[in-house]
T-cell receptor, first 115, second 110 residues
Framework: GQQVMQIPQYQHVQEGEDFTTYCNSS?????IQWYKQRPGGHPVFLIQ?????EVKKQKRLTFQFGEAKKNSSLHITATQTTDVGTYFC???????????????FGQGTILTVHP | DTEVTQTPKHLVMGMTNKKSLKCEQH?????MYWYKQKAKKPPELMFV???????INESVPSRFSPECPNSSLLNLHLHALQPEDSALYLC?????????FGSGTQLSVL
């Protein structure tokens, strides 16, 4: 079955440093979504990438989708303490054709930001 | 309304109890989901409903019984749970591949 690997599992940074998390899928994805989950909270949707090579920015966050639609990354510039949480990627396989099919999550990257 | 609402937020139950988790959305989404999430782990898919019909059951034990009374509501009936079933239970809905999660029910089974 489809697997989505996400690294690193943990990342500790000083406030102001940059942070990147990477996802790699064993199969081609139709789209990839990124979520942030604060401690004690629930996954909150950040963004969806659909097109090959797509790059999207949200303030200090930059999201990329690989040309082969099998990998993706989230980069945060100049982290702040409010960035603390777990970042999950979640991909949907390109085969199947259904719009509601299985969303496979990466294991998540737990980000800690030291002030 | 752009939210998925789940109740209760917290639930403690014994292994012989019967309880239900409730989920509601008014975004017109036609797919609804139940996920289970253990601490420091990603959400694991349990069930998918599409147009009020169960379309995916990820080999979930029968002590979890989903129900979709209408296009806005999704329930998860719980019976004879085990302590290892303690987790955050997340409801979600989607349209056009975009999945929105509710805030979850933190379940503890004693």
């Amino acid at each position: 079955g489809q697997q989505v690997m996400q690294i690193p599992q943990y990342q500790h940074v000083q406030e102001g440093e940059d942070f990147t998390t990477y996802c790699n899928s064993s199969t081609t994805l139709s789209n990839i979504q990124w979520y942030k989950q604060r401690p004690g909270g629930h996954p909150v949707f950040l963004i969806q990438l659909v097109k090959s090579g797509e790059v999207k920015k949200q303030k200090r966050l930059t999201f990329q989708f690989g040309e082969a639609k099998k990998n993706s990354s989230l980069h945060i510039t100049a982290t702040q303490t409010t960035d603390v949480g777990t970042y999950f990627c979640a991909g949907r396989p390109s085969a199947g054709g259904t719009s509601y099919g299985k969303l496979t999550f990466g294991q998540g990257t737990i980000l800690t930001v030291h002030p | 309304d752009t939210e998925v609402t789940q109740t209760p937020k917290h639930l403690v139950m014994g292994m012989t109890n019967k309880k239900s988790l409730k989920c509601e959305q008014h975004m017109g989404h036609r797919a609804m989901y139940w996920y289970k999430q253990k601490a420091k782990k990603p959400p694991e898919l349990m069930f998918v409903y599409s147009y009020e019909k169960l379309s995916i059951n990820e080999s979930v034990p029968s002590r979890f019984s989903p129900e979709c009374p209408n296009s806005s509501l999704l329930n998860l009936h719980l019976h004879a749970l085990q302590p290892e079933d303690s987790a955050l239970y997340l409801c979600a809905s989607s349209q056009d591949r975009l999945v929105i999660f509710g805030s979850g029910t933190q379940l503890s089974v004693l």
